[in-house]
C-alpha cells in the first residue's frame, strides 16, 4: 500500500471540517461537463473558510484513480442534533424537540432530511466527482457508531442516546443508498461501512477510539463557549480503524 512518501505517487488532501455537499460541488458553470451541479437544498459549490469548493481546486483530472471521501453528517445537520439533545430540548427528549428554524420534532425532520436531502446530494458530488476524474474509483466512507453503553455523554440522555445511534445508523443505510444509486448510474462509486471496524470502540467504548466532548481547543477551534471540534471524531487509534475500514474495501472483489 503507497502512502504520501511514495515517489510514484501524487496524494492531496483537500479535507475541511465541517464541509457539505456544496462546500465540494464546483461554484463555476464554466469548468468540467457538469455546469452549475446543485445539491438536493438547491445550492451550487460554495467556498468554506475562504478556501475554493473543493472540486474548484483543479485537483481532480483523466490521472486520478482514487478519491476517498467522507460527507453527510453536516448535511444532516449533525452538530445541530447533538446541540439539542446535550443543551437546548429541556423538559423534552430531543427527538420530541424542534430546531429553532423547523415546526416538527427532530423524531419526524431528521429521517426525513436524510432521506429527501442528504442521500441525493451526495449522489450528485459523487456524479460530479466522476465527471471530473472519469478514470478514478471513488470511495464513500461512512461513520461509525458513536456512543457505547447506556449513558456516556453529559447531558444526552438514555432515552436519547438510542435515538442518536438509530439516526447515525440510517445515515449510514442512505450513505450506502447513494453509493449504489451512484453506480446505478454509471459512476464507479463504493461505500465502505466501518461499523465492525469499530464495534464496542465509540465513545465510553473499549477502548474509546472517538473523542467525546473536547474542551481543549486546538488553533484551528473558534473562540467561543461551545467545545472543541475535535469532539465526536475519530482519535489516533480511531483513524487506524477507518484506515482498515477502506483498506477491506479496496481489497474487496468487487473492486479488484
Known amino acids: 500500500m503507497s502512502d504520501d512518501r511514495d515517489g510514484n505517487m501524487d ?31 438547491g445550492q451550487s459549490g460554495q467556498s468554506s473558510y475562504g478556501e475554493l469548493p473543493q472540486l474548484d481546486k483543479g485537483y481532480l483530472d483523466q490521472n486520478t484513480t482514487l478519491v476517498t471521501m467522507s460527507i453527510g453528517g453536516n448535511d444532516a445537520r449533525f452538530t445541530d442534533v447533538i446541540t439539542e439533545c446535550m443543551i437546548m430540548a429541556g423538559l423534552k427528549n430531543c427527538q420530541d424537540a424542534e430546531l429553532s428554524d423547523q415546526s416538527e420534532p427532530l423524531r419526524i425532520t431528521e429521517p426525513r432530511l436524510i432521506k429527501e436531502k442528504v442521500r441525493p446530494s451526495i449522489v450528485t458530488t459523487l456524479k460530479e466527482i466522476a465527471e471530473r476524474a472519469p478514470k478514478a474509483k471513488i470511495v464513500l466512507m461512512g461513520y461509525p457508531k458513536l456512543l457505547e453503553g447506556e449513558v456516556c455523554v453529559p447531558g444526552i440522555h438514555k432515552e436519547e442516546q438510542p435515538w442518536v445511534n438509530s439516526i447515525g445508523a440510517l ?67 480511531g483513524a487506524r480503524l477507518y484506515a482498515n475500514s477502506l483498506q477491506s474495501t479496496l481489497n474487496s472483489p468487487e473492486m479488484k
Not at 14 to 33: H, K, M, R
Not at 184 to 205: E, H, L, Y
Open 171 to 237: 445515515l449510514t443505510e442512505q450513505m450506502a443508498g447513494a453509493a449504489a444509486d451512484a453506480r446505478a448510474a454509471g459512476v464507479k462509486a463504493w461505500f465502505s461501512d466501518p461499523t465492525a471496524a469499530f464495534k464496542g470502540q465509540g465513545i465510553c467504548g473499549s477502548p474509546e477510539t472517538i473523542h467525546g466532548i473536547v474542551t481543549d481547543k486546538t488553533p484551528g477551534d473558534k473562540d467561543d463557549l461551545k467545545p472543541s471540534a475535535q469532539s465526536f471524531h475519530p482519535k489516533i487509534a
Open 11 to 41: 496524494y492531496h488532501l483537500v479535507a475541511c471540517s465541517g464541509a457539505q455537499t456544496e462546500n465540494i460541488l464546483s461554484a463555476n458553470d464554466q469548468v468540467g461537463p457538469v455546469k452549475g451541479a446543485k445539491n438536493a437544498e
